[in-house]
């Protein structure tokens, strides 16, 4: 397979009153007076053979002669050619100013060389303009200047040999013989509705066009820059169309969201500037009917407290009839109208409803509220976003995107519905063999000092087999490393440990000696939680105030 060198020839303008175009308008200059030759419009068009260079040249008196040089990065002369205007050297037609040379890669060593151009009238005028950009010669695949950059591979036998350049951040290819002009950025359209209320699903989509054409195969990306938040990346379809459904947050920030399309491409290819739209979110919706006042008093000088979870108890039994049976029409936010995390632990439809509410910022006296009343909302009470670490297993299933699980065989770890402290499942060892164990471990993140809290029980042989955690010591075994074991018959037990800010790892684990298998040979491990923790005189106090008919959190 023969293959040719292909030359490659980039244009960087070191003076002020230059203006560059690849492939369209090059230096210009615009001395009406002067009576040297004026030089301007430089274009460069490539093909597998040779490259072709053109310019403008015009004299009053006449052009005598034109050319280039290729220089070294010393400065010394390489080789030099002669530019005709003769309709035969790439120029496009006698006569008519504009000047050619075909240049091809046998006529100059391999290497990269700064370029000359210049012109002479007929009286011996010169005009010369130094250093006008940058000849690649050879087999050399890119070539960087002043902000561009020229890629190209060539193969005689290769039909879809591209030619490519990188310009303010934006990567152009094109095929052999291309002119530049037909270089079109893409279009990118976006489409949003006018506002979103929580739980819904709104539609979002954009279109991507290249000169009216539709790019299909190509990655788009949706932002709410408001929340900084990736929405979704999605691939156009045939139409140039990326389309998804979206449902905001329960802590999406109520207002205004700066929605951004963008299209980076998939390798070598365009990147057009950010499209966006504004949409109108409202996360508190403007259906419920009631709400009340907590007032939030930090009581931790000298300290602001940073999703901090906050104990409120609600009495719910007075709002019956207010309310849907569940509670899951009861939420809170912020004065400011963002939602705010929460989880409701227990004793819905009594007097001492507990939620657990994540509060981002507290100082001093902050305000927050709880809506409810209204049929049709959903509940957004989460564990897992509301407390720094929680796993209840109610899932029916190990989430192993958000625990670790390891041990002899797998699959580790699993729930139990036969032997849960509350609700429909608790989780535990598999059943593994003698001299085995199994494990879940999980890292997390802590502003502040905070407690771990959870509830374990086993069945195993006594004083040989345990259940087993630790912190901060993932090598810990059932014999050495570990913070507390238990083994026998133990029922449901309530642990309580307090942890240092900082990262901390979580480990629980289930190990066996050599020999014997007792009870359910099982370690069970259920209601996991790890929270933000101040001493008692320290931790904020709150007071809830009366009930209030709600209008609208926006205009309140």
Avoid at 29 to 46: G, R
Avoid at 275 to 298: M, P
Avoid at 417 to 431: D, E, L, M
Avoid at 432 to 442: E, F, L, N, T, Y
Wanted: glycine share 10%; net charge negative.
């Amino acid at each position: 397979m023969s293959k040719y060198s292909l030359l490659l020839i980039m244009f960087c303008i070191s003076t002020a009153t230059a203006v560059l175009a690849f492939g369209g308008v090059g230096p210009s200059f615009e001395i009406s007076d002067d009576p040297l030759p004026q030089i301007s419009n430089i274009t460069i068009t490539s093909d597998v053979l040779s490259t072709i260079i053109t310019a403008n040249i015009q004299d009053t008196s006449g052009v005598a002669s034109a050319g280039l040089i290729l220089k070294d990065n010393e400065g010394v002369e390489i080789s030099s050619y002669v530019l005709f205007d003769d309709g035969a050297h790439g120029d496009s037609g006698s006569a008519d100013s504009i000047y050619g040379a075909f240049i091809f890669p046998s006529e100059c060593p391999d290497g990269i060389y700064s370029f000359d151009i210049f012109a002479q009238d007929v009286f011996g005028n010169e005009r010369y303009l130094s250093d006008v950009g940058t000849m690649a010669c050879g087999d050399i695949s890119c070539v960087s200047n002043s902000g561009y950059t020229i890629c190209a591979t060539v193969d005689q036998e290769v039909s879809a040999f591209q030619n490519c350049v990188q310009a303010e951040g934006r990567t152009i290819c094109i095929t052999p013989g291309t002119s530049s002009s037909g270089l079109i950025e893409p279009s990118l359209s976006l489409s949003v509705p006018a506002a979103s209320q929580s739980g819904g699903q709104v539609s979002i989509s954009a279109t991507l066009l290249q000169g009216g054409s539709p790019l299909a195969g190509k990655i788009v990306t949706f932002t709410d820059e408001k929340d900084g938040v990736e929405m979704a990346s999605i691939t156009t379809n045939a139409s140039g169309i990326a389309a998804f459904s979206y449902a905001f947050p329960f802590s999406t920030m109520i207002g205004d969201h700066t929605i951004a399309a963008s299209f980076a491409g998939d390798g070598i290819t365009y990147t057009p500037a950010n499209d966006s739209k504004i949409i109108f979110v409202d996360t508190a919706r403007n259906t419920f009917h009631y709400r009340r006042e907590i007032r939030v008093q930090n009581n931790y000088p000298g300290h602001d407290l940073i999703d901090y979870q906050l104990p409120i108890i609600i009495n719910t039994a007075e709002m019956a009839g207010k309310i849907q049976p569940t509670c899951d029409d009861i939420m809170f936010n912020e004065i400011g109208g963002q939602g705010l995390e929460y989880y409701l632990d227990s004793g819905c439809g009594t007097a001492e409803t507990l939620f657990w509410v994540k509060n981002p910022y507290i100082s001093g006296s902050t305000i927050i509220y709880v809506y409810y009343g209204d049929p049709s909302f959903s509940s957004f009470s989460s564990g897992k976003n509301t407390f720094d670490l929680f796993e209840d297993w109610e899932s029916g299933a190990l989430d192993t995107s958000y625990w670790t699980a390891g041990g002899s065989t797998s699959p580790y770890w699993q729930t139990y519905s036969s032997t849960r402290y509350q609700g429909s499942y608790s989780g535990g060892n598999n059943n593994i063999g003698d001299d085995q164990q199994s494990w879940i471990k999980k890292t997390i993140n802590l502003g502040m000092q905070a407690v771990l809290e959870f509830y374990w029980s086993v069945g195993s042989e006594p004083n040989y087999d345990y259940l087993y955690y630790c912190i901060n010591n993932d090598s810990c075994t059932r014999s050495a490393g570990y913070i507390s074991r238990i083994s026998d018959n133990v029922p449901w037990t309530p642990v309580s440990r307090p942890l240092a800010a900082g990262q901390t790892s979580i480990k629980f684990a289930y190990a066996k000696d050599g020999s014997d298998s007792w009870w359910s040979d099982t370690g069970y491990i259920d209601s996991v939680r790890v929270r933000k923790y101040l001493e008692p005189a320290l931790q904020p106090t709150y007071e809830l105030g009366a009930e209030e008919p709600f209008l609208n959190p926006l205009f309140w």
